[in-house]
């Protein structure tokens, strides 16, 4: 029996048009989620390096200041601590301490020939810089070379408030007087006094 095949490549059925299908629009919340995780990955991974590279830095500084502390002496440190220690305290006391050789050089050069100073005492309040007060005791030829004297003192600016007291005439004929006035420690200090004569 003979079969007929009828092979034929021509589609017997209309051929119907296949209607492309519309893309889906995107989802806006995935799209700001896949940033959102992909930006917290690289995050988490950059982080992750960092603290590792922080983490050999710290090794690395700990073994430099190890080899660093080995290579001083810590008798030597100890020593240099105290040496420390005592500069500071005679720095202290350098600076708190007072010179009164810049009263006797102004003194020097603003006394005249005819007056002269028998006593001579200071005092220093207990704040380093209250002013010093100084009380002297003098005799001069004549009231006229006081009050030249009185003069002068008032033109230097060491001498604070000079104020003649107690006059009055001795058995030679000379006037007796007192003297008080006040100066800045900052003229007296002895650093300072040290420094401009140098």
């Known amino acids: 029996m003979e079969q007929n095949f009828q092979t034929s490549f021509i589609p ?6 296949q209607r492309a299908e519309a893309s889906r629009p995107v989802n806006p919340l995935l799209v700001i989620a896949l940033f959102i995780l992909f930006t917290v990955l690289v995050a988490s991974g950059g982080l992750y390096f960092y603290t590792q590279l922080k983490g050999k830095n710290l090794e690395n500084m700990k073994t430099s200041l190890g080899i660093a502390q080995t290579r001083f002496e810590p008798t030597k440190l100890a020593e240099l601590q105290v040496l420390d220690k005592r500069l500071l305290a ?8 007072i010179a009164v050789t810049p009263i006797f050089e102004a003194l020097e050069d603003i006394t005249m020939k005819t007056v002269r100073f028998t006593s001579f005492a200071y005092s220093i309040g207990e704040d380093i810089n209250s002013p010093i007060e100084v009380k002297m005791s003098g005799e001069a030829v004549g009231y006229r070379p006081i ?10 600016k060491i001498f604070i408030d000079p104020v003649f007291s107690n006059l009055s005439l001795d058995q030679n004929g000379n006037i007796v007087f007192d003297l008080t006035f006040s100066i800045d420690p900052e003229v007296l200090n002895y650093k300072q006094t040290i420094s401009t004569d140098v």
């Open 147 to 156: 009050a030249l004297q009185s003069d002068l003192f008032a033109k230097n």
């Open 12 to 17: 017997k059925k209309p051929i119907i048009k």
């Open 90 to 97: 005679a720095n202290k006391v350098l600076s708190q301490h």
